[in-house]
């Protein structure tokens, strides 16, 4: 048995990991801090494809509930195998509109939120000498976007955690990777309006959006055996927008 915790997997790319990583076989925590009927759907999906797991809710921008969750999860699974580090949010604005309380909130969830959760599940995995550690990134940590100072400093952030995490914790028999996905279809993206979403696809050179289930092939073939030799990489998933 392996297990997975995937951070804010009620909905979006990280219900999408859930379900993908419950098919493969893994026993699959889903992180949820607000949707409780949302989690519970993604893990009855889950199971009906033969899969299993628990819900469970948490804020992982609070280290607190964060510990408490990893400390539950090694206590009801006996180990932790792998860590999806999802839970995202986006507050664009122009620097001179920025309200600090959007910038809080972002660093906390999208950058602190990511340490609390793989040093805690560090600290499960280290034990056992093994374990594999996604960060969800974005083409946003590399591109420069008008509006998307915080998120992108946020994501810039991650894929420099990732590559010193990588360094950190090779010998401990940890592997740190993250996906930098491009447009995804998920509520994110349909907030936008009809103009801005046909000026997005212009810039693509697929000229269409992902899709959430995309982005979960990616962390599972990351995640497994076939990927054992790779570590430190963020690889970008864009449809070709960041070339
Ligand atoms: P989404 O808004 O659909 O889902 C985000 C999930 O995180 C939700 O389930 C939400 O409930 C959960 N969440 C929010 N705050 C939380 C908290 N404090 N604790 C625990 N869970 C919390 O977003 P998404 O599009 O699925 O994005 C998921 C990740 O992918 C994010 O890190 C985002 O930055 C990244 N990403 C998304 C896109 C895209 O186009 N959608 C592109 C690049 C990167």
């Known amino acids: 048995m392996k ?55 948490a804020d992982v921008s609070d280290l607190a509930q964060v510990k408490q969750m990893m400390r539950d999860v090694d206590k009801q699974f006996g180990q932790i195998d792998l860590l999806v580090n999802n839970a995202g949010i986006v507050r664009d604005s122009f620097l001179l509109a920025l309200n600090m309380n959007d910038l809080d909130s972002c660093l906390d969830l999208n950058v602190k939120g990511y340490f609390y959760c793989a040093q805690q599940a560090a600290l499960k995995m280290f034990r056992r000498k093994q374990g594999v550690i996604i960060n969800m990134s974005s083409v946003s940590g590399e591109l420069a976007l008008a509006g998307q100072s915080v998120y992108s400093a946020t994501k810039g952030a991650v894929n420099s955690l990732t590559r010193v995490l990588a360094k950190e914790l090779g010998a401990k028999g940890i ?7 491009g447009f995804i279809e998920t509520e994110m993206i349909n907030a936008l309006s009809d103009d801005k ?33 790779m570590t430190g990489q963020v690889i970008t998933l864009d449809g070709g927008i960041a070339l």
């Open 3 to 57: 297990v997975a915790v995937v951070t804010g997997a009620s909905r979006g790319i990280g219900r999408a990991c859930a379900i993908r990583l419950g098919k493969e076989g893994y026993t699959v925590v889903v992180n949820y801090s607000r949707s409780e009927a949302e989690a519970q759907s993604a893990l009855d999906e889950i199971r009906s494809a033969g899969g299993d797991g628990i819900i469970y809710k």
């Open 197 to 229: 979403k046909k000026e997005y696809l212009d810039t693509i050179p697929l000229h269409r959006f992902g899709r959430a289930e995309e982005v979960a092939e990616v962390v599972a073939a990351l995640a497994g055996d076939g990927f054992a030799y």
């Open 175 to 181: 592997r740190v990777n993250a996906v930098a996905p």
